[in-house]
């Protein structure tokens, strides 16, 4: 009896041993399998390299948040040297492209036909009254409100050149200017101020959001397509072999353009990196794990690269472009808007690359948002791996 159980496990042994190492050889060949095809296919490596190039240039040079060269009129009844000296500071700013006006119907009808988008208005009596303590110096500024942020930005530059005005007239004077209240000023993680510090960034995330489950959703939907997941699914391959065969290629492949996509933001944007490159690999892999299983989901319902692709776009980059902060601050949202952001996983991300290129290593930001997005991850992948079956239902 005992000579029997031994020779029965001396010949499972060497079988156990034999599946093993034939997993290990299937999936090798599944890897291989897909890296030839990504070779051969250049819409993926165009995905993954072209994409982001592109995009990051479009966005990165093309949105900002900063304005710059506002047109101005500048209108003074009365010019003399001192509404002449006002008009200089106007001049010497780089937020201004100002020009003079004879009067103000002309500088009126200027901003109706969007020529400028402010006017300064010195009336006949500003220098009297400048130089008279007693009373104030009026000066109207018109402002176009059409667009509500610009128009916001435009009155406060006016009002900054004016109150810088000031304070160097009653420098030169020999005496302060009556301002009871000074303010000083200090600017964390951005001192320049710079949109594009905090835009590009965000853009990483927005894109690795589209690349990640373009790149899995198109390449099942395409096996799908030409059948040859079928031959796959009569194999001796295992469904976890089979998903990772397909996500493994597809992860170095997505990693890649994300270490492009922050060489871009550093050496071509000038946009500081403060953090650790390590946590910043950590954190990446996490999230692009999460768009590669929402991709990959996305695949195995559709079933059709059209509808994958829309799918993608529609339930990825969309979300991510519009509900992760990027663009449009969340805390100025509607209360059940909010609550929807917390299921877009760009959010947490968005939060992390701010963090590392801005602040650095902010651990009581960084893991919480990390811990997120593993949880969004592993739901995804879990319900690609319960959703796949070997059946062509």
Do not use: C
């Not at 001049?91 to 036909?113: C, G, H, I, V």
């Not at 128009?151 to 900054?160: F, G, K, V």
């Not at 701010?354 to 997005?373: E, R």
Request: overall charge positive; charged content about 10%.
């Amino acid at each position: 009896m005992n000579t029997k159980a031994r020779n029965t496990t001396a010949q499972n042994t060497p079988d156990t041993a034999l599946a093993r190492g034939g997993a290990g050889r299937r999936l090798f060949g599944l890897i291989r399998k897909e890296t030839l095809q990504i070779l051969r296919d250049p819409s993926s490596i165009a995905i993954a390299f072209l994409m982001p190039v592109v995009l990051l240039l479009i966005f990165g040079y093309g949105v900002s948040l900063n304005a710059k060269h506002i047109p101005i009129a500048l209108v003074a009844d009365a010019p003399d040297s001192q509404t002449a000296a006002l008009f200089g500071a106007f001049d010497q700013s780089t937020y201004f492209s100002p020009k003079t006006a004879p009067n103000l119907p002309t500088a009126e009808r200027w901003m109706l036909n969007r020529t400028v988008d402010a006017i300064v208005h010195l009336p006949s009596d500003f220098s009297a009254k400048l130089s008279n303590t007693a009373n104030q110096a009026p000066v109207q500024i018109i402002v176009n409100g059409v667009d509500a942020n610009q128009a916001r930005l435009t009155q406060a530059y006016i009002q900054a050149a004016w109150q810088g005005w000031l304070s160097a007239r009653a420098t030169a004077a020999g005496h302060s200017a009556d301002q009871p209240v000074v303010v000083a000023s200090r600017i964390w993680f951005n001192p320049e101020l710079r949109s594009r510090d905090y835009l590009v960034p965000g853009l990483i995330a927005v894109i690795m959001t589209l690349i990640g489950a373009l790149l899995t959703a198109l390449v099942m939907a395409r096996e799908w397509e030409r059948g040859t997941l079928e031959a796959l699914m009569v194999t001796p391959v295992h469904l976890n072999e089979l998903l990772l065969g397909k996500l493994i290629p597809y992860f170095v492949l997505g990693m890649g353009g994300m270490a492009l996509s922050v060489s871009m933001a550093i050496w071509l944007f000038n946009v500081p990196f403060l953090g650790s490159p390590w946590i910043l690999i950590l954190t990446s892999a996490i999230f692009l794990l999460t768009a590669l299983g929402m991709g990959l989901f996305i695949s195995i319902v559709a079933k059709n690269q059209f509808v994958a692709s829309l799918i993608a776009i529609i339930t990825t980059f969309l979300p991510a472009f519009m509900l992760s902060g990027f663009i449009f601050d969340i805390g100025s949202m509607p209360g059940w808007l909010q609550n929807l952001t917390y299921i877009v996983s760009a959010r947490y991300f968005i939060v992390i690359l701010h963090t590392l290129f801005l602040a650095g290593d902010v651990n009581g930001v960084i893991w919480p948002n990390t811990l997120a997005m593993l949880a969004i991850a592993a739901f995804f992948l879990g319900a690609s791996r319960r959703k796949i079956r070997k059946s062509l239902e």
